[in-house]
Every structure is written in C-alpha cells, then in structure tokens.
T-cell receptor, first 114, second 113 residues
Framework: GDSVTQTEGQVALSEEDFLTIHCNYS??????LFWYVQYPGEGPQLLFR?????EKGSSRGFEATYDKGTTSFHLRKASVQESDSAVYYC?????????????FGKGTKLSVKS | NAGVIQTPRHKVTGKGQEATLWCEPI?????VFWYRQTIVQGLEFLTY????????DSGMPKERFSAQMPNQSHSTLKIQSTQPQDSAVYLC???????????FGPGTRLTVL
C-alpha cells in the first residue's frame, strides 16, 4: 500500500536557522502530496499541497517541491521562528484512484529556541 | 465559521465499556473522515463518508468499531467493549468534496483504564 517516510523524528533549531525535513513517499498511482502542521491540543492543519511533478507548494515561508523522480517532497524554511515549533506531517492522497483518505508520515517535532 | 466540532474532548472509560464519539462537520461539507492518532502508530485512517454514504472503511478494526453518519450534520464513531489499546486521540475531518482539503477537528482523547 501507499506509505510516507519522514526521516527526522525530532529537530531542534535556533531562531533564524534553516530548516529541512525530509519526506519520501511510495504510491502506486500519481498522488497529491501535503504538508500539515499540528499544534498541541489541535488537529492537523494544512500548510500546502502539490499535485504535479515539479510543482512547488508554499505557505508562511515554508516550501516544498514535488519530485516524482526521487519520490520526495522535502519541507524547507530559510529562517525559522520560535512560533514555528510544532509537529509537521507529510501526507499523500491518491485522488486519481478516487480514494480521498490521507496517508501520513510519522511526523517531525520541530523545537525552535529563541 | 465554526470549524469541525468534536465532542467530548476527553473521555475516560473502563475496560469493557462502550464509547461513542461525535463529530459535527463544517456546514456544507459532504465528506467526513475519521482518523486515530497514537504515539506509536501516528495518524491512521479509519473510515470515510461522502454524502452520508460509507465509502471506505479499510482502516477500521473489524471488531468492536463502527461508524455512522445518520445525517449531514453529524457522524459518530462507536467503540464497543473498549480495551486499553483503544486509548488514542480520535480525529474527525471534513472536506467540501472527497478530493479537497480536509479540515480537522481538535480530536477526542479517549483513555481506557
């Protein structure tokens, strides 16, 4: 079945550091890829999505580019802030197969200190 | 606009008791999803309704778990004879259509003693 792998379980940074969270996927079809962010006591909320090869998604300074060749969708931010501390999830959905469910990675907990 | 509403926010049950979790999707959304979140397994899909009809329940445990959507304004997830391993945060999400952005509720934290 479809799967998503996030390499980093936890990332600790200082403000203004560069962030990279790695995401690789495996899917039988041509999935849509997502990044979600979750704050304590809340449900995940969508950061952005990308549906086609080489498409870049972005929001709030975060960005990721859909790379079908390497089956990756790595999250990057040039300068993190303390308010970015949260858990980040990479996810996919195979809409082409009429299956709208989300398959999530294990999540990456980002801690940013001032 | 009110987001997805889930009640209760916290529920504690004894082993063997029944638990019913409620979800009110965003008005006008036709798709409702249920997910389970644990430290060990992360976020797992359970089941999905579109226009109140069950579409995919491939993530539902075959025993003790059931979900319904009797009308467009709410869905329920029922767990019979709860076990400690059922302890988790149960998340409900809704979307305008099946292939659109899913909006998540805050979740119900179920603790089975």
């Amino acid at each position: 079945g479809d799967s998503v792998t996030q390499t980093e379980g936890q990332v600790a940074l200082s403000e203004e550091d560069f962030l990279t969270i790695h995401c690789n996927y495996s899917a039988s079809g041509y999935p849509t890829l997502f990044w979600y962010v979750q704050y304590p006591g809340e449900g995940p909320q969508l950061l952005f999505r990308a549906s086609r090869d080489k498409e870049k998604g972005s929001s709030r300074g975060f960005e990721a580019t859909y790379d079908k060749g390497t089956t990756s969708f790595h999250l990057r931010k040039a300068s993190v802030q303390e308010s970015d501390s949260a858990v980040y999830y990479c996810a996919l959905s195979d809409f082409g197969g009429s299956n709208a469910k989300l398959t999530f990675g294990k999540g990456t907990k980002l801690s940013v200190k001032s | 606009n009110a987001g997805v509403i889930q009640t209760p926010r916290h529920k504690v049950t004894g082993k063997g008791q029944e638990a019913t979790l409620w979800c009110e999707p965003i008005s006008g959304h036709s798709a409702v999803f249920w997910y389970r979140q644990t430290i060990v397994q992360g976020l797992e899909f359970l089941t999905y309704f579109r226009n109140q009809a069950p579409i995919d329940d491939s993530g539902m445990p075959k025993e003790r778990f059931s979900a319904q959507m009797p009308n467009q304004s709410h869905s329920t997830l029922k767990i019979q004879s709860t076990q400690p391993q059922d302890s988790a945060v149960y998340l409900c999400a809704s979307s305008v259509g099946g292939a659109r952005e899913q909006y998540f509720g805050p979740g119900t934290r179920l603790t089975v003693l």
